[in-house]
């Protein structure tokens, strides 16, 4: 299992708070020591770290706690290897450019056979079953849409890909191009929106409080998805496998539930 | 004009002795105010880091400067804006995946038309003419090889694009898979090899010595790649218009020289 952390915002935003909590877990709250990744969009670029070394001890993460780097929309992964060996190439998040748009990508779960799925456009670089699932999201979307389709039906598509992914194990993922962070829960996922009237916050791995209502203005809304709620005193929506939520700029997009059989059928 | 850097090494090398040197010029003994970026290649994969902002001031810079990361292919860049504005998107290096491999590209110089050239695969993120050169050099790559060749024939190719798209403009250019790094001046670009005996060396851009002889052990060879020789005391050879050179594990494993209208003619 590896930590995934994601957040979408409508003012840039840093994710220092967040991040703290989760890079404990890098090695020291937490077993996921085999690495980690962040991405950071800013405007239609992306500003990216990846270190094969434990979160808890690395300097970089260090430097990125420190340092707030403000964005609207924010991947992160910290990695328990259990595919692919502990290698720079192999830690997330992955990145790929689509339709002149930097998509990012982070996973966590396992997914059986999907390696030997084919691949047209887009190859991975490493070893892990993750990277080669992204690359076949991307393929797909480009045979599908030769340009870049209106949300909506990109959304549907990005949704029914998952779900063949999930299908082969588990699929927990964060997607983006910047501008709307796709989140599908395999098995474990949650996430929490901020907004006015903004309050205080306690990190469940770190002895760490902040209070928002500082740092904030009432128009702000930033919303966090983690693996597992990061706070102990904020009410986190807990996703339930299948689940496939989209934000846009803080807010709740899109949203759906596991499909029933019959709705299934009618799709 | 903006300044260019890479290495290539036969083991792992830290470059902040160059990069110090190449950060000043980055708001400060230069006017290549307008972001930087560099690539450090560990195996298949990179880690790279990008700032819009001027390097001389960059937290960013200063943390790579004194946090040694070690590597054997190293691509920097200091921006100075004139194609694109201002942005982390029109920010080099540029990469992009081919073949499973991570491909790496930074530009100094202006092109003419080059944002007109069709593309298929690949499609910039950003704005400028730089980034498009580089989707179309991978463009014509793919085309030409659907998997990858053997590195004489790549090489030749490589050269080819570099011809075609300086006859533009001004194209001094750095590209690596992080095996080879491939390097070709159109108008300005020097490199220099430290093999044993090392010496002593002095950046021209900042009071800073260093004596490689302490760092080194006699079998390293390490080759940097500058718009401009770094240091003062060191023999550099300055390329000439035309000429493409390509590294390998730090030894120069091809070169050729500006094709005489004949040789054009044969090839």
């Known amino acids: 299992m590896c930590e995934l952390l994601g957040m979408s915002a409508n003012v840039p935003t840093d994710i220092c708070f967040s991040f703290a909590g989760l890079m404990q877990r890098g090695g020291k709250t937490g077993p996921h020591a085999d690495g ?9 670029g992306a500003r990216a770290f990846h270190d094969p070394h434990p979160s808890a001890s690395s300097e970089v993460a260090r430097f990125i706690r420190n340092h707030p780097i403000k964005s609207c ?3 992160s992964h910290i990695r328990r290897a259990n595919r692919g060996r502990v290698a720079l190439e192999n830690t997330h998040p992955f990145q790929r450019e689509l339709w002149g748009r930097l998509w990012t990508f982070a996973h966590n779960g396992q997914l059986a056979g999907v390696k030997r799925w084919p691949l047209r456009h887009y190859h991975p670089v490493g070893t892990t079953d993750s990277e080669h699932a992204f690359c076949w999201m991307l393929d797909r979307l480009r045979e599908e849409f030769p340009a870049s389709p209106p949300a909506h039906r990109l959304a549907s598509m990005i949704e029914a890909l998952s779900r063949r992914l999930a299908a082969t ?13 796709h989140c599908f829960c395999g098995k474990r996922l949650a996430w929490l929106t901020r907004r006015a009237p903004f309050g205080p916050a306690t990190l469940i791995d770190e002895d760490l409080s902040a209070d928002f209502a500082k740092e904030t203005t009432p128009r702000d809304v930033v919303t966090v998805v983690a693996t597992r709620p990061l706070t102990r005193d904020e009410a986190w929506t807990v996703m339930e496998p299948g689940q496939y939520v989209v934000f846009r700029r803080g807010e709740r997009w899109m949203h759906r539930r596991v499909p029933t059989p019959a709705l299934e059928q009618a799709a």
Chains 1, 2 share one sequence.
Do not use: P
């Open 169 to 181: 194990g588990v699929f927990n993922m964060l997607l983006s191009d910047g501008r709307w962070l």
């Open 36 to 44: 980690w990744g962040i991405a950071f969009y800013e405007g239609k």
């Open 73 to 75: 929309t924010v991947l």
